[in-house]
């Protein structure tokens, strides 16, 4: 509703003009009236007005003094006179004042509905283009505050552009906090929209000027940390823990928050922020406490290498035969073996289940013809686990995952040929081998041209095609997580003639492997 102030020096009109129109059918709302000036200039300064609407002549201040006045203070006030004197005089002296309309009284009830509307209009369309005006500075502040934290932008073009921007950027030491918004449903637009809610929460509750908010490129919120208001570590941490317990009140998720150390200079504030992003990871072995200072990491993490052994060739058998109890139970005692190995790195223990899942799926891929939709939800696989709150999550995606697998090989599975199965099975163990269909018909006591007719038969890829297959999503994990040289990729899964390996993987997979290593 826009405010409306009425100035009359006759109680009567004020009266009447209350019951003109129906003020609130046009989005107006009269919260004031005033018999003169000098009443008018007191209620302007205790409401928030939007449109005035005034006699001339009046006691102790005439209305053309209160606009002259009220637009000194008020610029953006809409002002419209009432009179009864059709003087040229008084319109002049009101064009000067930049008024919206001069109204004859008696008011006509449809010209003054006519100016309500235009005037509402044009605050409408002004608060807009403000909106807008914030919004392209708020973009270009964010852009230039992430390219300082990341520590992306030199120190001319930083003093300049925040110079520019009015940008208070200047304290005596610089501490970066960060607040990530938990949701397992990465992928969501609620996910998107809880970001921007724990922004705008954050930025309400750090309302000091001296402290400045803003998202990052990953959409967490960052609070740069006045310190003067902020001086040491016990306020930081009843300020944060207050506001991360007022979001997760209000929006119902979870927020992580981590403080990284304090820097005394400007120009290294990246790595206050780096250290407060990595403590983000370490939630996940800690889900009953939301709050990490820089000053506890070297308590939390202390291995950086693993002895956790993943055994893939029971894995993938499990899956091959469908076995889910036992596969269960070998993903359960790899999770075990991590619990004994704590605390390390997020990274390392991420890369451990990265590892695991492109078993699963691999292998899956491998004796299935097409996994498209049952692996249609994992476009971004690194980034789904580390939206995880915690182990026991991460541990029960993987598990469906597994679950979901074995239930869909099952389906084809088991109207397969038994041989066909055990050649199968056999491939998935043994892959980086020199084996043909030639060395499988001897092993399994069958007519190679027989052999090879039954699998495409029962398969639909000849038995090179399956094996170049299997081979080929081993690669392309070892290319993408790992540092092994092309040529050492190459032996591990089982071409020896490297010059042969690059030729099938640009025939098959449409590009080289150092392209796809790119990627």
């Known amino acids: ?33 005033a018999l003169n000036g000098l ?18 002549k009046m006691p102790e201040m005439n209305g053309l003094e209160l606009i002259r006045q009220a637009k000194k203070n008020y610029p953006q006030l809409m002002c419209i006179i009432i009179s009864s004197y059709d003087e ?32 509402v209009l044009s605050i409408e369309q002004e608060f807009h283009q403000i909106i807008e005006q914030e919004k392209k500075m708020n973009i270009i502040k964010n852009n230039i505050l992430c390219r300082w934290i990341t520590g992306s932008i030199s120190e001319e073009e930083f ?3 925040v110079n520019f921007l009015s940008i208070n950027i200047f ?29 705008e929460l954050c930025k309400s509750f750090f309302s000091n000027k001296s402290t400045l ?46 403080v ?19 403590l983000l990871e370490y939630r996940i072995f800690n889900e009953n406490k939301s709050l990490f200072f820089w000053h506890e990491h070297n308590s939390l993490s202390t291995k950086s290498s693993s002895s956790v052994k993943l055994d893939v060739n029971l894995l993938r058998k499990a899956i091959i035969t469908k076995d889910f109890d036992n596969a269960s139970t070998h993903l359960e005692q790899i999770f075990l073996s991590l619990e004994k190995d704590y605390p390390i790195i997020p990274s390392l223990f991420y890369n451990i289940v990265l590892e695991i899942v492109f078993i699963i799926t691999s292998t899956t891929k491998s004796v299935s013809n097409d996994t498209q939709e049952l692996y249609s939800n994992l476009n971004n696989i690194r980034n789904t686990i580390t939206s995880f709150n915690s182990v026991g999550e991460i541990k029960l995606w993987v598990k469906t995952i597994l679950m979901k697998s074995i239930a869909f090989i099952s389906n084809e599975y088991i109207q397969l040929n038994p041989i066909i199965k055990s050649i199968i099975e056999y491939t998935e163990l043994n892959f980086q081998q020199d084996i043909n269909i030639k060395v499988l018909a001897s092993q399994f006591y069958v007519n190679a041209d027989y052999l090879g007719r039954l699998f495409k038969s029962e398969v639909g890829l000849t038995y090179t095609n399956y094996l170049n297959k299997i081979r080929l999503e081993k690669a392309k994990y070892l290319l993408l997580n790992s540092h092994m040289k092309i040529s050492d990729i190459s032996k591990q899964v089982g071409y020896t003639n490297t010059n042969y390996f690059f030729t099938i993987f640009k025939k098959i997979i449409g590009t080289s492997p150092q392209d796809f290593r790119r990627i």
């Open 171 to 199: 304290r005596e030491k610089y501490q970066t906090a960060i607040f990530k918004c938990i949701n397992n449903d990465y992928f969501s637009e609620n996910y998107n929209d809880s970001k921007i809610r724990v922004y």
């Open 1 to 33: 509703m826009y405010k409306v102030l009425i100035v009359d020096d006759e109680p009567l009109i004020l009266e009447g003009l209350h019951a003109l129109i129906n003020w609130w059918e046009y989005d107006l709302e009269i919260i004031g009236q």
């Open 260 to 278: 990284g150390e304090a820097v005394f200079e400007c120009m290294s504030v990246h790595r206050s922020y780096n250290n407060a992003l990595e």
């Open 159 to 161: 003093y300049d552009r």
């Open 88 to 119: 040229f005089e008084y319109t002049k002296e009101a064009v000067k004042l930049k008024i919206e309309n001069y109204l004859l009284k008696p008011i006509d009830p449809d010209e003054l509905i006519s100016t309500l509307t235009t005037i």
């Open 39 to 56: 009443e008018a200039l007191d209620l302007l300064q205790n409401n928030l007005i939007d449109i005035l609407i005034t006699d001339i």
């Open 213 to 258: 908010v803003f998202l990052d490129l990953y959409g967490n919120t960052v609070v740069l940390l006045d310190n003067k208001t902020y001086e040491n570590d016990l306020i930081i941490e009843t300020a944060l823990l207050k506001c991360i317990f007022i979001i997760q009140e209000k929006l119902c998720i979870t927020v992580f928050g981590a």
